[in-house]
C-alpha cells in the first residue's frame, strides 16, 4: 500500500510530532497552489508546459491529504465513495448533465 | 477501481467538457480551503470538532486530484513514489529527523 | 495615491492584456499561500522569522487586490466600509465579544 | 484612516485575542480562495455575475490583510512601494513588456 511508504517516510524522520491536522491542511493547501500557479497567466487550453513540475506538485497534494486520511483512521476510497453518493444527490443526471452550475444555482 | 467511480459520476454528466486542467487545479485549491477552513481560529492541538465535514472536503480535493492525474494519464502510486524518492533526497534523515526546517534552510 | 503607482507599473509594461479578473484571483490566491508558507510549522505564538519576506508577500496581495478593485472601478475604502457594515450585523457586539465562532454558530 | 474603522470593529469585539499572524494568513488566503470560486469553471473573458458577492469578498482580503499590517506596524503604502521598486528590478521593462513569463524565465 502506499501509505505505508508515505508513513515510512515521516516516521523515519519521526516528523508525526509536527503533522497535526491543522498544519496539514495548511500544507494541502499550500501544495495546491503551487500546481494552480503552473497555470497562473495561461489560458485554459494551453497545454501543460513542464509536466514534471506538476506531477511533484500533484503528488505532495495527495501526499499531505493521504497523511491526513491516516492520521484521522480514514479510508481514502471509502471518503470518496460516500462523496460521490451525495454529489450524485446534489447534481442530478438530468439536471446537470452539460450544465457546469452550482447545485445552489441548478 | 475508484477512479472508474469517479469518471462514471463525470462522464454520467458530460463534464469533461469544462475540467481542463487550469479549472481542475482552481477547484483543487478551493476544495483544499473549505478544508483548512474548519481550522479556522483553532489550536492546533483542537480536535476536529466536525468529522463528516472534514471527510467531505477532505474526499473532494481528492476527487480532483484523480480527475487532474486521469486527464494526464498519471498514474496516482507511481507519482507518489517518485515524489517519495526526491523528498528522500531532499530530506536525508540524519539532518531532519526530529526537524520541521524546510529543505533550503537544513 | 498608491494606485497610481501600481498602474504605472503594470502600464509600463503594457501588463493589462493579461489582468483579466479571473486570472488577478488566481494571483491574488497565490501570493496568500505566499504569505501563509512563512507559519507553516509554526505555532501560531512563534514570531515573524522573515519579516522582510513577510513584507514582501503581504505587499503582493495587495497589490493584485488594488488592480482588480481598479479594473472593476471599485474604491478600495468604500468597499471595505460597506462589508464592516454588514460584519457589524453578522456579529453583533453583545453576541461575539471574546467569541471566535463563525456567525452561523453564534 | 480606514484602517481606524477596521480597529474599531475588533477592538469592540475583544477580538485581537484571536488574531495571531498566523490564523490572518490562514484568513487572508481562505478569503481570496472565495474570491476565486466566483471564477470557477467561467472563461477568463466572462464577465462578473455577482459584483456585490465579489466586493464583499475582495473586501475581506483587504480587512485581513490590513489586520495583518497593523499589527506588525507596517504601513500599507509603504510596502507596496518598497514591492514595486523590487518588482522593477526583476521586470525590467524591456524585457517584460508585452510578455508575461515569470522574471525566472525572462
Redesign the interface.
Known sequence: M?ID??NR?RD????R??H????L??????E???????????????G?SD?EK???E??????Y??M??DN?N?D??S??????V???KK?P?EK?????KKYTEL
Chains 1, 2, 3, 4 share one sequence.
Do not use: G, T
Open positions: 502506499i511508504d508515505i517516510f523515519d524522520r519521526n516528523w510530532q509536527f497535526n491536522e491543522k498544519d491542511a495548511i500544507s494541502i493547501s499550500l495546491a497552489s503551487e500546481l494552480l500557479e503552473l497555470f497562473q497567466w495561461k489560458s485554459a487550453s494551453e501543460i509536466i506538476l506531477k511533484d500533484l503528488a505532495d497534494v495527495l501526499i491529504s493521504y491526513m486520511a484521522l480514514l481514502i476510497d471518503i470518496i465513495k460516500e462523496k460521490l451525495k454529489n450524485n447534481y443526471v446537470s448533465k452539460n450544465n457546469n
